[in-house]
C-alpha cells in the first residue's frame, strides 16, 4: 500500500500522467474534429480535474511537473528552427507581420481597458490584464510596472493563450481563410507561443510567421505600456 | 551524440539569452526583453551567418516546436492555483479574453490584408515603372 502510494506521488508518474492526458487529448481531436478538444486544454481540464478529486497538494504536483515546464525558454529558443526555414518568405512579408504584431498589441490593450471599465472590474486586475497578449516574461515585466498583479498576469497570459488557440481556428473555419500568413499573424500576435503552437500545426509557414508576430507583439507591447500611467 | 549536441547549443544559446537579459537589465532598468527572446535573435544571427548549420539544431529543434503545445501543461494547469485570487471575476475575465481576441484578430486580420494588397501594388508599379525605363 505504502508502494503504491510513493508510486502515485512519484515525479514520473506525473509526468506519466500528463503524457496519457495529452495524448487521449490527441486521440478525442482526431476522432472528433471538434476545436475544443485541443490537446492542451482536454489535458489541463483533465489534470485539474484529478488534482481536485484525488486531492493532491498543487504545489507538490507541479513541482513534478516541473521537468516538462523547464523546456518552455529552450523551446523559445527554438523557434529559430521553424522561422529560419521560411526565412525567404519572412523578409518578404516583413511589412505585413510589423503592422499585425503592432496592430494586435494595441488593440488588445484597448479593448482590455475599455472592456474591463465596462465590466466594472477593480483597476489592479485591469492593469494586470493589460499585457495578456505579450509572452509571460515580458507580460510580468509591463504588469508590475503599470501596477497589476503578477499572479493574476500569469493566470491570464495562459488563459489567453489557450483560449485564442482553441477559437482562432474556429473564426478561421468559418471564415474560409486559408492565406498562412494570416493564419499566423491571427494566432501568434493574439495567443503567442500557445497560438505559434497551433499554427506550427495547421501549416509550416504559418508557424514560421507566428513565431515572429509572437516576438514582434511581445516588443510592441513592452513599448507601448512605457506610455500607460 | 548528434542529439546530446544539438540539445547543447540549444541550451547554450538559451543560457546566453538569459545572460545577456540580465546584464540589459543591470545597466538599463527600464529596459525588458526577455532571456528567451535574445536568445532566439541570437540563434537566428548564427544561423543567418551560417556560423551555424540548420543540421546542429533542427532535430532538437523541429521535435520541441512541434510538440510546443503539450511543453505548456503545466503552466496551464497552475491557472488553478490563482483561482482563488480571481474567483469574484473569474467569468468577467474571460468574457474579456474572448471578447477581445476576437477583436484584435479582426483588426489583425484586415491590417494584414491591407498591407499585403499595398506591398503588391507598390511592387507592381515600381515594375511597371522600370518596365518603362527599359
Request: hydrophobic share 60%; aromatic share 8%.
Amino acid at each position: 500500500m505504502i508502494i503504491m502510494r510513493e508510486i502515485l506521488s512519484s515525479q514520473a508518474f506525473g509526468i506519466m500522467l500528463t503524457l496519457v492526458f495529452y495524448l487521449f487529448g490527441g486521440w478525442l481531436y482526431k476522432k472528433t474534429r471538434f476545436p475544443l478538444f485541443s490537446p492542451l486544454l482536454v489535458a489541463t481540464l483533465l489534470l485539474m480535474g484529478y488534482i481536485l478529486i484525488a486531492d493532491i497538494d498543487m504545489a507538490v504536483f507541479l513541482t513534478d511537473l516541473s521537468g516538462i515546464h523547464l523546456f518552455l525558454g529552450p523551446l523559445i529558443v527554438s523557434l529559430a528552427v521553424p522561422i529560419m526555414k521560411q526565412i525567404d518568405l519572412i523578409k518578404k512579408n516583413i511589412l505585413p507581420i510589423l503592422v499585425g504584431s503592432f496592430v494586435g498589441a494595441v488593440t488588445s490593450i484597448i479593448a482590455v481597458i475599455v472592456l474591463g471599465r465596462w465590466f466594472n472590474l477593480d483597476q489592479a486586475i485591469i492593469y494586470s490584464v493589460i499585457p495578456k497578449a505579450s509572452t509571460t516574461p515580458i507580460a510580468i515585466e509591463v504588469s508590475e510596472k503599470i501596477g497589476g498583479i503578477r499572479s493574476i498576469t500569469v493566470a491570464v497570459v495562459v488563459m489567453t493563450a489557450v483560449i485564442g488557440a482553441v477559437i482562432i481556428p474556429i473564426i478561421l473555419k468559418i471564415l474560409k481563410i486559408k492565406d498562412p500568413r494570416i493564419i499566423g499573424m491571427g494566432l501568434g500576435s493574439t495567443s503567442q507561443a500557445v497560438g505559434t503552437a497551433k499554427a506550427l500545426e495547421i501549416d509550416a509557414t504559418a508557424g514560421a510567421i507566428s513565431g515572429v508576430a509572437l516576438v514582434f507583439t511581445g516588443i510592441a507591447t513592452a513599448l507601448i505600456a512605457l506610455f500607460i500611467h | 551524440m548528434k542529439i546530446i549536441k544539438q540539445i547543447f547549443i540549444i541550451l547554450l544559446f538559451y543560457v546566453l539569452g538569459e545572460m545577456a537579459a540580465f546584464g540589459i537589465k543591470a545597466l538599463f532598468p527600464t529596459v525588458f526583453i526577455p532571456g528567451t527572446i535574445i536568445g532566439l535573435a541570437l540563434m537566428l544571427v548564427a544561423l543567418l551567418s551560417k556560423k551555424l548549420k540548420l543540421g546542429d539544431v533542427d532535430d532538437v529543434g523541429s521535435f520541441l516546436t512541434s510538440n510546443m503545445a503539450f511543453f505548456f501543461i503545466p503552466a496551464a494547469v497552475s491557472v488553478l492555483e490563482y483561482v482563488n485570487i480571481l474567483k469574484t471575476s473569474f467569468i468577467r475575465i474571460i468574457a474579456i479574453i474572448v471578447l477581445s481576441i476576437i477583436f484584435s484578430f479582426t483588426l489583425v486580420t484586415l491590417s494584414v490584408k491591407a498591407t499585403i494588397i499595398l506591398q503588391e501594388k507598390l511592387k507592381k508599379k515600381k515594375q511597371e515603372g522600370s518596365d518603362h525605363h527599359a
